[in-house]
């Protein structure tokens, strides 16, 4: 079983709607992320959590929102739906312990949003 | 602000042969972690290499390695023995610190590889 999982794996929705991405992660990490994909730009942060009480902007955060439920459970809102949010959306996670202060992280599947 | 800037938007390389992407970026930091993710048609993020910028020897996996030069500023990722399961988009990413303990990710914009049979 995946370690990062995320749902959906594919959304297609309308401008205007509000729609969530979940993430949940079996690896007890204490950080999550999300990161919008799109091409020729690479991957890019928009939210971080370092834990269920501490949430960050991050590079590209304007029309979302995120939710850390638990320590295993990050999900990204989109309050309201717009063409130019279509993208591949990734959870990642990481653990502060890890050793040598890297801090790596390890990405779910990713989901690919459509917005028309 | 960190960028990272791969020139190669793509390339291609024969099975069983060498190949050498590239991957310069701009950093005032010093202490740092660079990075090869790899990314399949399956479109999961798969860690390649990894590098630390305390260490001045190249890191190696197996049939990857990199060419590390911290004044130049460049990372470039070589693969040896080349598969055609090594085709994919590969990305260089840059980690720098934020806050105490906190690292971020800068990725560049990939490098699109297909391994010819």
């Known amino acids: 079983d995946a370690d990062v999982t995320q749902t959906p794996r594919n959304r297609i929705t309308k401008t205007g709607k509000r729609i969530m991405l979940e993430c949940s992660q079996t690896k007890g990490h204490d950080r999550m992320y999300w990161y919008r994909q799109d091409p020729g730009l690479g991957l890019r942060l928009i939210y971080y959590?370092?834990?269920?009480?501490?949430?960050n902007k991050g590079e590209i955060s304007d029309g979302y929102s995120v939710s850390r439920q638990a320590q295993a459970k990050f999900s990204l809102s989109l309050e309201s739906a717009i063409p130019n949010q279509t993208a591949l959306y990734f959870c990642a996670t990481s653990d502060s312990k890890g050793t040598g202060g890297m801090d790596e992280q390890f990405f779910g599947p990713g989901t690919r949003l459509t917005v028309l | 602000a960190q960028t990272v800037t791969q020139s190669q938007p793509e390339m291609s390389v024969q099975e069983a042969e060498t190949v050498t992407l590239s991957c310069t970026y701009d950093t005032s930091e010093s202490n740092y972690y660079l990075f090869w993710y790899k990314q399949p048609p399956s479109r999961q993020m798969i860690l390649v290499i990894r590098q630390e910028a305390y260490k001045q020897q190249n890191a190696t996996e197996n049939r990857f390695s990199v060419n590390f030069q911290k004044a130049a500023k460049s990372f470039s990722l070589k693969i040896s023995d080349s598969q055609l399961g090594d085709t994919a988009m590969y990305f260089c990413?840059?980690?720098?610190?934020?806050?105490?303990?906190?690292?971020?990710?800068?990725f560049g914009s990939g490098t699109q590889l297909t391994v010819l049979p």
């Open positions: 990413a840059f980690m720098k610190p934020i806050s105490g303990s906190a690292r971020q990710l800068t």
């Open positions: 959590s370092f834990d269920v009480k501490d949430i």
